[in-house]
C-alpha cells in the first residue's frame, strides 16, 4: 500500500499564496511522476503541474507564472507554491504520484490523496 498525506490548504484573499505538500509513504521502491491536480465545484478534475523524478515539468497553461511544483525526492515529497491567487483558483487540490511498489514484483501504482481545499475569497 501506498499512502499520500496532503497538507496546505487554506482560505486566503485575492493576491495571496499557499503552498501545498504532500508526502508518499509505504510500500515505494521508486517514484517517477509526482503531480497536482484540482477540482472545482461543478467542473471537472483537471490537471495543475506535474514533476518527474530528473525535475521536468508540465505546467497548466492557467496557472503558469503563478504556481511552482517542485519535489524533494529522499522525502517522497512534493510541493506546489500558488502565488497570486485568484478567485477561480478555489477547488480541492488532489495529490497523485506514480512508480513502483517495493513488493518483489515491482507492480506500478498510481496513488491519490484524499484532497486539501483552497478557497480563494475576499
Known amino acids: 500500500q501506498v499512502q499520500l498525506v496532503e497538507s496546505g490548504g487554506d482560505l486566503v484573499l485575492p493576491g495571496g499564496s499557499l503552498r501545498l505538500s504532500c508526502t508518499a509513504s509505504g510500500s515505494i521502491f521508486s517514484i517517477y511522476l509526482m503531480g497536482w491536480y484540482r477540482q472545482a465545484p461543478g467542473k471537472q478534475r483537471e490537471l495543475v503541474a506535474h514533476?518527474?523524478?530528473?525535475?521536468?515539468?508540465n505546467v497548466a497553461d492557467s496557472v503558469r507564472g503563478r504556481f511552482t511544483i517542485s519535489r524533494n525526492n529522499a522525502e517522497n515529497t512534493v510541493y506546489l507554491q500558488m502565488n497570486s491567487l485568484k478567485p477561480e483558483d478555489t477547488a480541492v487540490y488532489y495529490c497523485n504520484v506514480q512508480g513502483l511498489r517495493n513488493n518483489g514484483r515491482r507492480d506500478a501504482f498510481d496513488a491519490w490523496g484524499r484532497g486539501t481545499l483552497g478557497t480563494v475569497s475576499s
Open positions: 514533476i518527474t523524478n530528473s525535475g521536468s515539468t
